[in-house]
């Protein structure tokens, strides 16, 4: 196994996704809210927030390919699945595992808004400042990390670990 240093807990990430549950709650009172989540690294994250979520929501999913080296994101970015529900006039969650240089949520986010929806928002599990290239607005986050390569909650390193119910920092990547 390789050199792993949990960082996050799974009672701390279950503790979080309920705060964040209730504060989206009350953002959302009263709107049409539609969640979609970002495969692969969002499925675990998406699964456990929308249980914490006390309005009328609907869920789909996109599926974001970016090729690059296993723990860099290239900014070449390729949409291999899209929505498939209808989702204009509604308020979209887009439920990301983590934003890092920003240029997927960005791609996203431009590719969202031409379905015409009223409103987008983010929500990311995790927020990594150390290497954004585009200034891209995260509304609701679940935990800032300075720095690193973090695997576990969906989070993968060449596929691996996305099952590990908490989060590890992987060292020497
Ligand atoms: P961005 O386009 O650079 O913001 O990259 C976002 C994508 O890169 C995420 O959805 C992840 O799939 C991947 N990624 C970036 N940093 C990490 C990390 O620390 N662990 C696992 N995946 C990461
Ligand atoms: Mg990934």
């Known amino acids: 196994m390789r050199d792993m240093e949990e960082i996050i807990s799974s009672s701390d990430i279950s503790d979080r996704v309920k705060e964040l549950g209730k504060v989206l709650t009350r953002a959302y009172a009263n709107r049409r809210m539609f969640v979609v989540g970002v495969l692969n690294g969002a499925f675990i994250f998406t699964a456990d927030l929308v249980r914490q979520i006390k309005v009328p929501i609907e869920v789909d999913f996109v599926r974001i390919a970016s090729y690059g080296s296993e723990s860099t994101s290239s900014g070449n970015i390729n949409l291999t699945k899209d929505i498939e529900l209808d989702v204009s006039g509604k308020d979209i969650l887009i439920v990301e595992d983590?934003?890092?240089?920003?240029?997927?949520?960005?791609?996203?986010?431009k590719h969202l808004v031409k379905r015409n929806p009223a409103?987008?928002?983010?929500?990311?599990?995790?927020?990594?400042?150390e290497r954004r290239e585009v200034d891209v607005q995260v509304d609701y986050v679940g935990f800032e990390i300075s720095e690193g390569f973090v695997v576990g909650y969906g989070l993968d390193y060449a596929e691996q670990y996305r099952h590990y119910p908490a989060v590890y920092h992987l060292k020497s990547v």
């Open 119 to 129: 409103s987008i928002r983010v929500c990311s599990f995790i927020d990594k400042k």
């Open 98 to 109: 983590i934003v890092d240089t920003g240029q997927t949520l960005y791609y996203l986010k």
